[in-house]
């Protein structure tokens, strides 16, 4: 399936979990925060929440700033 | 409301208290800006400040896998971190940033709410801010909102249930100073929620005269990771802050346009 990552356009698996596709990402265990389709999506729901065709996914994290 | 002890303020007769926690420091520090992550983790740590801004940005996703993560040298455990909305032009954006910081904060509520107007000024755009001011509150979040030195609209951030405000000293990163000591006079005057000046100091000289007005605390960046020696810039700014408030509370002396002689005149004997 076709998404929208961090505002690339990418290819994945279908029916893959929110906590599979950070697997994939390399970023399990990361302080990080997900948000699809403008929804943030609760670290307590990773496992269960499933990632549909066409979503916009941002995944965000803290750095340097004023 | 109860009033919590932030861990390091043990000891103080005149803490900082925002939304109910005592904080022992009235310096905030931005995390922008430093040349690496070893300057940033030591320049914050001279300035003895005990809330530390950070941005949210998006995660390099495939590159850098093991780049070292700012929490790791600014510990969540140890400052208060103050999620900021720099960069966001628009009350949505603000909006999903905070919702954002709150989820990879664990619930953290105490934001910087900054919605921009100009690129070139960086200067606050009231009408968005105060937008996201009224949703954010409402969705519970702790409001320390950055604007400009306007008394009126500083007030009415007040009125919207803003925790703190922060008017500009001058813009972003100009390192111009207070441009305007009157209206900040002015604004701490009328409020009944600290008033911290955030934006435009340039030296310690420049955070001193803010706390001598009255202002409760001051957020910088740049004035100390943009100078050539940014750790020692930050305890300098520790240094005038501290140095400022304590003259403020003593309370200058009058202006005077002659002299007044510090030695008495009585018992001369020539």
């Known amino acids: 399936m076709h998404i929208i990552l961090n505002g690339d356009q990418r290819e994945f698996p279908d029916s893959l979990s929110a906590s599979q596709l950070l697997q994939d990402l390399g970023l399990t265990g990361k302080r990080l925060a997900l948000e699809i389709n403008r929804e943030i999506v609760p670290r307590s729901t990773f496992e269960s929440h499933i990632i549909q065709p066409g979503d916009q996914i941002e995944i965000v994290h803290a750095i340097g700033g004023g | ?270």
């Open chain 2, 1 to 270: 409301m109860s009033t919590v002890m932030h861990p390091s303020a043990a000891v103080s007769g005149d803490p900082l208290i925002i939304a109910g926690v005592e904080y022992h420091s009235r310096l905030l520090v931005g995390t922008g800006k430093y040349k690496d992550m070893e300057e940033t983790r030591a320049a914050t740590e001279a300035s003895g400040a005990e809330i530390v801004t950070v941005a949210i940005r998006r995660t390099n996703i495939g590159q850098n896998a093991d780049e070292p993560n700012l929490l790791d040298v600014i510990s969540p455990q140890q400052y208060t971190l103050l999620p900021n909305t720099a960069g966001c032009y628009t009350a949505e954006d603000a909006i999903r940033t905070c919702r954002l910081a709150r989820e990879l904060l664990d619930g953290h509520d105490l934001v910087k709410l900054e919605v921009l107007g100009d690129e070139k000024t960086l200067f606050p755009d009231i009408m968005q801010t105060l937008q996201a001011t009224e949703v954010l509150v409402k969705d519970g979040f702790k409001i320390m909102v950055y604007t400009n030195d306007d008394p009126i609209v500083a007030k009415r951030f007040e009125e919207l249930g803003c925790v703190a405000v922060m008017p500009l000293a001058a813009p972003i990163g100009s390192g111009l100073g207070i441009r305007n000591p009157y209206n900040i006079m002015t604004i701490v005057e009328n409020a009944t929620v600290p008033i911290l000046v955030d934006a435009g100091v340039g030296t310690a000289s420049d955070a001193a005269l803010a706390m001598e007005l009255g202002c409760d605390g001051v957020l910088m960046n740049t004035a100390i990771a943009g100078a050539r020696d940014p750790v020692l810039m930050a305890s300098a700014m520790k240094k005038g802050i501290e140095a400022g408030r304590e003259a403020y509370r003593a309370g200058r002396i009058p202006r005077k346009r002659f002299a007044s002689a510090s030695s008495p005149i009585d018992g001369t004997f020539f």
